[in-house]
């Protein structure tokens, strides 16, 4: 089921292309999908080996005090999303084990790190509650890299947020969908994130709000970011799809 979504996903690469940034892009993804084919993906999962040091992302459940009188336990749980760095004798890690908070989410989040030789990045769901909404879920994406001031730091270099939503008409203002985890897929020259949506348009954070031009059909999105761990920091192209 993975290995199709690589193919599906390079097909809404090319689609996405067209469609959002017209023909200047179209050459970029002949080229994306050429190396594509030529380089095996990398699957994002529970952990990642990069630079020597083994690096795994989880969700630590913790309570807190709830703020609606209603509430009939007086506690809520809440999820904090961590990224931990571990070393061991055999291996070549030259730093030193840590610990890095990255978000925290009011339900439970899905999580996936992934590494090649350009760079580190994990990606997790999270979701806080919206009155008259219910959860509104939204698709994270961090670029991480040792601080150089702080040995026991994970830096943030780029940050990437994907958020749905709902729009009765082209043009016209919305409400909030649902992005939501599947799959973070690592290549050479470009990152893929797919999951499922609820809503007709896709936005990334940062990036301009606009009320969209012509509205998303499908229950599953795509986002890809050409060059992620590059300087130029390209936005992502955005689509939807079902399956």
């Given at each position: 089921m993975a290995y199709g979504s690589?193919?599906?996903?390079?097909?809404?690469?090319?689609?996405?292309?067209?469609?959002?940034?017209?023909?200047?892009?179209?050459?970029?993804?002949?080229?994306?999908g050429s190396s594509a084919h030529a380089d095996p993906p990398v699957l994002g999962g529970p952990q990642a080996v990069w630079q020597g040091c083994t690096y795994s992302i989880r969700s630590q459940a913790y309570t807190e005090p709830s703020t609606d009188?209603?509430?009939?336990?007086?506690?809520?749980?809440?999820?904090?999303?961590?990224?931990?760095?571990?070393s061991s004798p055999s291996s070549t890690c030259l730093l030193a084990?840590?610990?890095?908070?990255?978000?925290?989410s009011e339900y439970e989040p899905q999580v996936a790190i992934a590494a090649n030789s350009a760079g580190l990045v994990a990606?997790?769901?999270?979701?806080?509650?919206?009155?008259?909404?219910?959860?509104?879920g939204r698709v994270s994406i961090h670029s991480l890299n040792p601080s150089?001031?702080?040995?026991?730091?994970?830096?943030?270099?780029?940050k990437s947020t994907v958020l749905g939503s709902f729009h009765a008409a082209p043009g016209e203002a919305g409400f909030p969908g649902t992005t939501s985890l599947g799959e973070l897929i690592l290549y050479p020259d470009h990152l893929q994130v797919h999951g499922p949506l609820s809503g007709n348009w896709l936005s990334a954070e940062p990036g301009p709000n606009t009320p969209p031009?012509?509205?998303?059909?499908?229950?599953?999105?795509?986002?890809?970011?050409?060059d992620f761990f590059g300087?130029?920091?390209?936005?992502?192209?955005?689509?939807?799809?079902?399956?």
């Open positions: 690589l193919h599906y996903g390079a097909h809404l690469l090319e689609t996405a292309s067209m469609r959002i940034l017209g023909s200047i892009v179209v050459g970029m993804v002949t080229l994306l009188p209603r509430d009939p336990y007086g506690t809520v749980t809440r999820y904090k999303i961590v990224v931990q760095r571990e084990p840590t610990i890095e908070e990255l978000a925290t990606a997790y769901s999270w979701a806080t509650y919206v009155r008259f909404v219910g959860a509104w150089p001031v702080d040995p026991l730091r994970l830096d943030t270099t780029r031009s012509a509205l998303l059909q499908g229950n599953h999105f795509v986002a890809v970011y050409p300087t130029a920091q390209q936005a992502p192209i955005l689509d939807a799809y079902t399956q």
